[in-house]
């Protein structure tokens, strides 16, 4: 089986770039799969994540980058001459390489790639929820980028249509896409590891991971955990994620730091895990934590949560946005030692199933259905 992935780059520390590696070291290294990923930016810069030399990289160095800094109207117009150069040099790779299948990551290749008639069958991945697609920082929105929003959304419905498969991330968000036929369901796999360190539930220690941005919603949590330190003033809260963590404000025993390289020793060191997304995609860091032992109480956000944990059982959710339900749970956690540390165990358990082993299984038999 040979595999044509069309990504923008692999430098950035993203999680789009995270799970593609895995899948593609996967794919490469144990299924026995011919795998390429077809590159926009970031030419002559090393992967992120460690990358199997069985994956063959190609650089069709189009530097959309470039576009970044250039004023409103000298970026349309050089992304419609970048936009013709990608299509001319993408088509020249696929029909060198002649793959099976060819997979969209949903970037600016899926405006024209079902038109390249390579004889490879044609998959789109979408790594965000519908509901929270071109989704805007608070207060960062206007009438124009709204109409934006919404054109952009009737164009990528046009070109989901003609995919031979359309994948999600969650059943919740499988839903949001009812006008369309071909949708299947796939969560991100967890990357292999050898020895992942698993929590003693015993240390007064409360754990969120995640990029400072709106969409995370610290700012909620932050509200919450005032709440759970007035009635537990023993226990910490620890926040770890990259982004700008000025506007954040403090509060008692509430510790704002830097992402870490190795997230699992801070999970393994704590007690309990916390997610209060505003919007997920899918909500990758829950399972990293439930590996790690840690029960998580999370928002119902859109999406992923509600597909991950299930309510009682190995974690909490509650409703989107409710700060006192949010500190509730939490408390109880804390509260009940022997609860906290069985959920822990049987996040372990629902960890299990999204280890890249068994989500690269399904991965296989999705392609050879494709195929024939």
Not at 348 to 365: L, N, P, Q, S
Request: charge should be neutral; aromatic fraction near 10%.
């Amino acid at each position: 089986m040979r595999i044509a992935y069309c990504t923008p780059s692999l430098y950035i520390p993203g999680g789009v770039e995270r799970v593609l590696t895995t899948k593609a070291n996967y794919l490469a290294d144990v299924a026995g799969y011919e795998v390429y990923i077809i590159l926009t930016d970031g030419k002559d810069r090393k992967p992120y994540y460690p990358l199997s030399e069985k994956v063959h990289v190609i650089n069709l160095d189009i530097r959309f980058e470039e576009l970044w800094n250039m004023s409103f109207i000298k970026k349309g117009l050089a992304y419609l001459k970048k936009q013709k150069v990608f299509k001319k040099k993408l088509k020249e790779v696929l029909f060198d390489i002649r793959p099976d299948v060819t997979v969209s990551l949903l970037r600016r290749e899926i405006n024209f790639l079902c038109d390249i008639n390579d004889g490879s069958k044609k998959v789109g991945e979408l790594h965000v929820n519908r509901l929270n697609y071109r989704n805007f920082e608070a207060g960062d929105t206007n009438v124009i980028k709204e109409l934006f929003a919404k054109y952009w959304m009737r164009s990528l419905v046009k070109q989901l249509k003609r995919l031979d498969r359309f994948i999600v991330l969650s059943e919740e968000d499988r839903n949001n896409w009812k006008e369309i036929t071909n949708v299947t369901v796939m969560p991100n796999p967890l990357p292999k590891t050898n020895d992942t360190p698993v929590s003693t539930t015993e240390e007064k220690k409360v754990i969120a991971v995640g990029r400072y941005v709106y969409q995370k919603g610290f700012d909620l949590l932050i509200d919450a955990w005032e709440m759970v330190a007035e009635k537990h003033p023993d226990w910490h809260l620890y926040i770890y994620g990259r982004g700008n963590k000025e506007e954040y404000k403090r509060t008692a025993n509430c510790h704002l730091e830097d992402a870490v390289e190795n997230i699992n020793e801070k999970y393994a060191e704590s007690s309990v895990f916390v997610l209060s997304s505003r919007f997920e995609g899918f909500g990758m860091v829950i399972i990293e934590a439930m590996k790690c032992g840690l029960p998580a109480v999370s928002f119902a956000c859109p999406c992923g949560p509600s597909d991950i944990i299930t309510n009682g059982k190995d974690g909490f959710l509650v409703d989107n946005g409710d700060t006192k339900q949010l500190a509730e749970r939490i408390c109880f956690l804390i509260e009940n030692p022997e609860v906290r540390k069985d959920m822990g165990q049987r996040a372990i358990e629902t960890a299990r199933k999204y280890d890249v082993e068994e989500i690269g299984k399904r991965w296989e038999a999705l392609f050879d259905d494709i195929v024939g």
